[in-house]
């Protein structure tokens, strides 16, 4: 069985800092590219970020490049979201998904699993 599981969310000020892990298992991993996309209230989802299967190659949404990094440890199964600089408008739930592509971006129907969610609240 795939599971995705993510973790790491919580309240933060507007300009802290905070850092997302998704742990995956039912599937090999590293041999998959993995994505973060994310559903501010009352929005549709929006892609955030994708990195290759191997770690080395990523892309980002023009609302996060700069500030927030993707990564992955494909020896531990865990994907990553280092989230810098953060804005109110960042305040969404952040999902871990497996896309069927490195450039499956927001073509929503190529993710074929999806992890429950974890909040990212940035607020003062």
């Known amino acids: 069985e795939v599971q995705l599981v993510e973790s790491g969310g919580g309240l933060v000020q507007p300009g802290g800092s905070l850092r997302l892990s998704c742990a995956a298992s039912?599937?090999?991993?590293?041999?998959?590219?993995m994505s973060w996309v994310r559903q501010a209230p009352g929005k549709g989802l929006e892609w955030v970020s994708t990195?290759?299967?191997?770690?080395?190659?990523?892309r980002y949404a023009d609302s996060v490049k700069g500030r927030f990094t993707i990564s992955r440890d494909n020896a531990k199964n865990t994907l990553y979201l280092q989230m810098n600089s953060l804005k109110p408008e960042d305040t969404a739930v952040y999902y871990c998904?497996?896309?069927?592509?490195?450039?499956?971006?927001?073509?929503?129907?190529?993710?074929?699993?999806w992890g429950q969610g974890t909040q990212v609240t940035v607020s003062s």
């Open positions: 998904a497996k896309p069927k592509s490195y450039l499956s971006d927001s073509n929503w129907r190529q993710y074929d699993y």
């Open positions: 039912g599937f090999t991993f590293s041999f998959y590219a």
């Open positions: 990195v290759n299967s191997g770690g080395g190659t990523t």
